[in-house]
């Protein structure tokens, strides 16, 4: 499967943003999929995650409470909405699928990325 994101931007903190991860290739459906995010100098962290039916979604401690991960298999898309933004939300942010279906913190359970989006919170 193929993945883009997008949406990404500049945004003062306390405000909003919503990324897309758009899906090409095999049934979307069938992929739990992820976001995840990787500021300078530091690892890839995860974000948020949902299962392949969209019943079960996971976050980080960081954004729980702020951000939403939600998807329409019909338009085999996945978004991230994310609310009150602060200065360590900036990152690159990527979309990832992962066969086994679930949503899972695991970045090593994801088989597919995309090419990432740039968010940047200004204080």
């Known amino acids: 499967v193929q993945l883009q994101a997008s949406g990404g931007g500049l945004v003062q903190a306390g405000g909003s943003l919503r990324l897309s991860c758009a899906a090409r290739?095999?049934?979307?459906?069938?992929?739990?999929m992820g976001w995840f995010r990787q500021a300078p100098g530091k690892e890839r962290e995860f974000v948020a995650a949902?299962?392949?039916?969209?019943?079960?979604?996971v976050y980080s401690d960081s954004v729980k409470g702020r951000f939403t991960i939600s998807r329409d298999n019909a338009e085999n898309t996945v978004y991230l909405r994310m609310n009150s933004l602060k200065p360590e939300d900036t990152a690159v942010y990527f979309c990832?699928?992962?066969?086994?279906?679930?949503?899972?913190?695991?970045?090593?359970?994801?088989?597919?990325w995309g090419q990432g989006t740039l968010v940047t919170v200004s204080s």
């Open positions: 990832a699928a992962d066969k086994d279906s679930l949503a899972t913190r695991n970045i090593r359970g994801y088989d597919y």
């Open positions: 290739g095999r049934t979307f459906s069938n992929y739990a």
């Open positions: 949902i299962s392949w039916s969209g019943a079960t979604t």
